[in-house]
């Protein structure tokens, strides 16, 4: 896997690529017969083209989604821009909701980011078609380091008023149009190339068994005990015949700190279920670099949930697993001999070829 970053091929000025670099790695891979995974990582004007939270401080690692379709950058609109780049911040898709070189400190709920002029003209003007003019983007959801119920929003259950799921759905559809429409610019970019389009989601696990799931609303998915906010996701990914790939598959609840109220084994299957039960290929990788037994088996489970059969392939399996990572760690003759058991166990003890 490599990061294909959009200041060093666009360094000299807009619309002047330069691809070169890049060549000669692919031509490198190519030689060794390997295969590439590419992440497109575009970012960094005007300052409200940034996500903003509450307190008006800016995130420059992706830019906000409310200028998705205005032409801001020399004539073109973000998504134009975009075409071949990750959905969102680290190249997922979600809000980047908390960011720690703002100082947000795992568990902390994160923060909605939706507070730029762009999104917050987009909001008024649905408040308004919602025959509610009056209704403003929350000032009551806490801190990036808050727990849930420290916050009026989410301890006092306004998430669940009517005003509260007004903005959670505005708030996630935002996201899943966005995701929708570079998808869709992409698809036309790679019309009649035998390239399979992927989208990264991330694993929010942390707040996942708490009522209010409050780091994945913070984030722009609209998931709660009675509500799947990842099967949409799906959905808009089946439109475009991509490949849901998702994260933390080697995480168990039990190496989990029980005041996060993580579930990661939970999450890993609901949005694998849903990604399935909508007919796509579902991918994934590992959250943190680990060299270990345990994690190995959890991803092996999470690969292939219902096991293996002599007769015939799994109904329901990843159809690719990205591992992070090649290191000196892993390249220790312990843990590379028990990697190299690993992948026998990931193509369930076949022969087969690299």
């Known amino acids: 896997m490599v990061d294909v970053w959009w200041g060093l091929v666009e360094s000299k000025g807009s619309k002047q690529y330069d ?44 830019l906000t989604l409310g200028v998705d379709n205005l032409p801001l950058f020399e004539g073109r609109t973000a998504v134009e821009v975009n075409i071949e780049v990750g959905l969102g911040p ?22 909605f980011q939706c507070y730029d ?12 078609k919602e025959g509610h003019p009056e209704w403003e983007l929350p000032d009551n959801a806490g801190d990036y380091n808050d727990k849930p119920g420290s916050t009026e929003f989410f301890g006092s259950a306004e998430y669940l008023t009517a005003k509260g799921k007004f903005f959670l759905t505005w708030y996630s559809n935002n996201l899943l149009k966005h995701g929708d429409q570079i998808l869709d610019e992409a ?20 707040w996942y068994k708490d ?46 700190p029980e005041n996060a109220k993580s579930g990661p084994q939970e999450l890993v299957q609901q949005v694998l279920s849903g990604g399935w039960t909508e007919n796509i290929e579902v991918a994934g990788e590992n959250a943190l670099p680990r060299y270990d037994r345990s994690a190995y088996n959890q991803i092996l489970l999470n690969c292939r949930p219902n096991g293996v059969s002599r007769d015939f392939p799994p109904k329901l399996r990843l159809t690719a ?34």
Not at 98 to 110: A, D, L, S, T
Not at 223 to 233: A, Q
Not at 325 to 347: A, E, G, M
């Open 211 to 256: 009522d209010s799931h409050a780091a994945e609303l913070t984030a722009g998915f609209y998931n709660l005990n009675d509500r799947d906010g990842y099967r949409p996701i799906a959905r808009m990914l089946s439109r475009h015949y991509s490949v849901l790939n998702f994260t933390c598959l080697e995480m168990r609840n039990s190496e989990q």
């Open 187 to 206: 698809n036309k970019a790679f019309l009649g190339c035998s390239v399979k389009l992927a989208a990264k989601v991330s694993g929010i696990h942390w």
């Open 90 to 111: 680290a190249g997922e898709l979600r809000y980047p909701s908390y960011p720690e070189n703002q100082g947000w400190v795992f568990p902390g709920i994160g923060e």
């Open 117 to 128: 002029k762009y999104l917050k003209a987009d909001f008024k003007e649905a408040a308004i």
């Open 19 to 62: 691809w070169s670099a890049y060549k000669s790695l692919f031509q490198l891979v190519q030689q060794c017969g390997l295969k590439l995974q590419v992440v497109m990582s575009f970012h960094q004007c005007d300052p409200d083209i940034f996500y903003t939270n509450r307190a008006g401080n800016r995130n420059t690692e992706y």
């Open 321 to 354: 697993l990205t591992y992070l990572r090649l290191s000196d760690q892993l390249l220790q003759r312990k843990n590379f001999k028990l990697f190299k058991t690993f992948v026998k166990k990931l193509h369930a003890d076949q022969v087969f070829n690299l």
